[in-house]
T-cell receptor
Framework: GEDVEQSLFLSVREGDSSVINCTYT??????LYWYKQEPGAGLQLLTY?????DMKQDQRLTVLLNKKDKHLSLRIADTQTGDSAIYFC??????????????FGKGTKLSVKP | GAVVSQHPSWVICKSGTSVKIECRSL??????MFWYRQFPKQSLMLMAT?????????EQGVEKDKFLINHASLTLSTLTVTSAHPEDSSFYIC???????????????FGPGTRLTVL
């Protein structure tokens, strides 16, 4: 079956870089996603990466993909207190339900200390 | 980006009553919408996939007679929790697939969620 694993907590100081890691199992996923969830809110798409890319940069966000190791990471440069949230890694699922549904990790809670 | 709304944002109901949650894509047509459930400090679990004009596809373990899904139009899907019980209390989030509007085509945009509390 498919599984997405993430560490549950990360604490950094304001201004430092944050790196959130994720491992996945389905090598056939075309896209991998990072979503952000603020307390009591829905999910906001942060960024995504196509599976044939190694890296994608979008302002303060850098996504690295190691397809061989099935490892995905999200780096947030110059982390701010407003970045405090839960970050979910997600891959596409092709089993069990409909094609194209997302399989989420449990989320990494990022705490940014001033 | 694409906007998805949900209504209501929160609801409290008595055990045994039914509750309807709406999910709308505001500025795009969504042939596919997904319903997720999130327990406290847990990830999102897909409940069902809703395709416009056809029956929803439910994930294993989700009771289709309890969680009724109707995808009546390209911009609206509803989830009705029938005969709700306290264990149905949860955060329900819908998403809509933009399909063709953005890259990648199967990017899902999420609604803000509905918190259901059953007393």
């Amino acid at each position: 079956g498919e599984d997405v694993e993430q560490s549950l907590f990360l604490s950094v100081r304001e201004g430092d870089s944050s790196v959130i890691n994720c491992t996945y199992t389905d090598s056939s996923s075309t896209y991998l996603y990072w979503y952000k969830q603020e307390p009591g809110a829905g999910l906001q798409l942060l960024t995504y990466i196509f599976s044939n890319m190694d890296m994608k940069q979008d302002q303060r966000l850098t996504v690295l993909l190691n397809k061989k190791d099935k490892h995905l990471s999200l780096r947030i440069a110059d982390t701010q207190t407003g970045d405090s949230a839960i970050y979910f890694c997600a891959e596409e699922g092709f089993y069990g339900g409909s094609q194209g549904n997302l399989i989420f990790g449990k989320g990494t809670k990022l705490s940014v200390k001033p | 980006g694409a906007v998805v709304s949900q209504h209501p944002s929160w609801v409290i109901c008595k055990s045994g009553t039914s509750v309807k949650i709406e999910c709308r894509s505001l500025d795009f047509q969504a042939t596919t919408m997904f319903w997720y459930r999130q327990f406290p400090k847990q990830s999102l679990m897909l409940m069902a996939t809703s395709n416009e004009g056809s029956k929803a596809t439910y994930e294993q373990g989700v009771e289709k007679d309890k969680f009724l899904i109707n995808h009546a139009s390209l911009t609206l899907s509803t989830l009705t929790v029938t005969s709700a019980h306290p264990e149905d209390s949860s955060f329900y989030i819908c998403s809509a697939r933009a399909g063709g509007l953005t890259e990648p085509q199967d990017t899902q945009y999420f609604g803000p969620g509905t918190r259901l509390t059953v007393l």
